[in-house]
């Protein structure tokens, strides 16, 4: 009977998301509900989190109920976070960028915001992106490390077993590095994979699976986390599990 169950979830859910024009979306939260459940996360620390989209999406799809911690530096769209937010009890937000140091930078407003990014574009980028991925303002933005925020979080908000969610524009392997040990903390981690980076130094997809991998983080699914650009794939995402809790 749980497996009759599932089934039409599954098949209720690829529904609704083909309804509302996100049917690429059905194997991210898939994966996603699966893994939140399987290994207990209790926080979801969302780092690039624009409007709210994927912790409604987390919320709404996936079914998680427990703590979301965003991160949005884009002072256009942290408004509109704060109010997406607000009727959520463990649902909080906090306008500054993680990255690989404690201090200020310049971070970059996009044409199209959802390509913000402290990172600058590409000059070589698909002319799909070229107008709505430059530059029309740069802002001052407070930057934190993970390992030096994570304890105050921790004892802040009293959870146990997060998970590290990233979109950062091109900037994800530089908040990794700013966690240093404190990965090791986390239970998963879901970063975008550029198959061809779009900003300055961006890392490629086969990099940032070996730094992940090496630190002890083995690939759990790979998805497009877009509709594509077919016939070549720009990027995707990845989750990654902690191989404490898996074993070898």
Same mark, same amino acid.
């Given at each position: 009977m749980n497996r009759y169950r599932r089934e039409l979830r599954d098949r209720w859910l690829a529904v609704r998301l083909s309804l509302a024009g996100r049917a690429h979306q059905y194997p991210e939260v898939q994966a996603l509900r699966r893994f939140l459940?399987?290994?207990?996360?209790?926080?979801l620390i969302d780092v690039g989190a624009n409007r709210g989209q994927y912790a409604t999406m987390a919320r709404k799809d996936a *079914?998680?109920? *427990?703590?979301?911690?965003?991160?949005?530096?884009?002072?256009d769209v942290f408004a509109q976070l704060q109010r997406n937010a607000a009727s959520d009890g463990k649902w909080l937000v906090f306008n500054m960028a993680l990255s690989d140091f404690d201090g200020t930078a310049q971070f970059n407003i996009m044409a199209a915001d959802q390509f913000s990014s402290l990172k600058n574009p590409a000059g070589d980028q698909d002319a799909v992106f070229a107008e709505r991925n430059k530059v029309t303002k740069t802002v001052d933005m407070q930057c934190r490390r993970i390992d030096t925020l994570l304890p105050e979080l921790m004892q802040s908000h009293g959870f146990s077993r997060p998970f590290l969610k990233m979109d950062t524009q091109g900037h994800d392997l530089s908040v990794c590095e700013g966690a240093g040990e404190a990965l090791g903390r986390m239970a998963g981690v879901q970063t975008e994979l550029g198959v061809r980076p779009i900003y300055d130094g961006g890392t490629n997809y086969r990099q940032m699976i070996d730094w992940l991998e090496a630190r002890g983080f083995a690939p759990s699914a790979f998805f497009a986390n877009n509709k594509g650009h077919f016939p070549l794939l720009v990027e995707m995402d990845g989750i990654f599990v902690n191989r404490t809790l898996v074993g070898d």
């Open positions: 459940s399987a290994f207990s996360v209790d926080c *079914g998680y109920r *427990g703590l979301i911690l965003s991160f949005e530096p884009n002072p």
